[in-house]
């Protein structure tokens, strides 16, 4: 599981995150909402340890480990997955090429045999299957021309391949249609179990209503201002977040 405790960020001279507490439990899917520039994206950078940002206090646990000296390979080796922040284009790289050998660093890190081209042939034919990624879109370089939609179900796949620990998806309706939504959302779903945990950061209560959170936290001024279950979500989307902000900016 991951707990956060008190965590305080800065990039540059300015504050983002102001003493942040959050813990998400093994087999727990939480939410995370709040409107725009409080601090979402920033927290899930630095929990998959991308630099620019100085963590002043605080501590990020995984499994009671402090993650926060650790690179975010190291991070990623220990199963901390982030989606949708680095859509990395690698022209002349193949899509299938880039996920084998993802997949054999974190076996290698993990100490597991590499697996050879038919077995990974066989696990990426059914994954892809499952998220309707043709096959023919693998062979394609990496993200290049990949439409924003295409972008999240490889993302998916991705996560799908390497299993993580902790999943964290950042705006994941973000420009995709309601077709695209279902599967993403439906891949997301068939990722769930009981040792692995899911962070959702969203601005709309419609996600939600695919990929059904356990929790759900409200976040404004770089804090955890309300926790509660799947209603509190609703009760956002009739009220906004007027009551979390204080006076409108
Ligand atoms: P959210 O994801 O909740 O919309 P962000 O984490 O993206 O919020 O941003 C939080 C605040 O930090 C915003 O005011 C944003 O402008 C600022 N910020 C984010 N990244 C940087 C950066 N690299 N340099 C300066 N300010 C930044
Ligand atoms: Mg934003
Ligand atoms: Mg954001």
Do not use: C, W
């Amino acid at each position: 599981m991951i707990e956060i405790k008190n965590l305080h960020v800065s990039i540059g001279e300015r504050k983002i995150l102001d003493g942040l507490n959050l813990t998400v439990k093994d087999g727990e899917v939480a939410a995370i909402m709040g409107p725009n520039g409080t601090g979402k994206s920033t927290l899930s950078y630095v929990i998959s340890g991308r630099e620019g940002y100085d963590v002043t206090e605080g501590e990020v646990l995984l499994d009671g480990e402090n993650i926060l000296g650790l690179e975010p390979h190291e991070r990623a080796a220990k199963g901390v997955f982030l989606a949708f922040q680095y859509p990395v284009e690698i022209p002349g790289v193949a899509t299938m090429t880039f996920l084998k050998a993802a997949v054999n660093a974190q076996r290698r890190s993990r100490g597991e045999e590499e697996l050879q081209t038919p077995d990974f042939m066989k696990l990426i034919r059914e994954a892809s299957t499952k998220l309707g990624i043709n096959m023919d879109m693998l062979k394609r370089a990496l993200n290049v021309g990949f439409s924003g939609g295409e972008k999240k179900r490889m993302d998916i796949l991705q996560m799908s391949l390497l299993q993580p620990k902790f999943g964290i998806l950042d705006e994941t309706d973000s420009g995709l249609d309601i077709d695209a939504l279902r599967i993403v959302s439906e891949g997301v779903n068939a990722l769930r179990s009981p040792n692995r945990g899911f962070l959702v950061i969203t601005h709309y209560q419609r996600l939600l209503d695919y990929i059904k959170p356990d929790t759900v936290h409200v976040m404004a001024k770089g804090k955890i201002q309300k926790t509660g279950g799947p209603e509190l979500a609703l009760e956002l989307e009739k009220s906004g977040y007027r009551d979390y902000v204080g006076e409108a900016a």
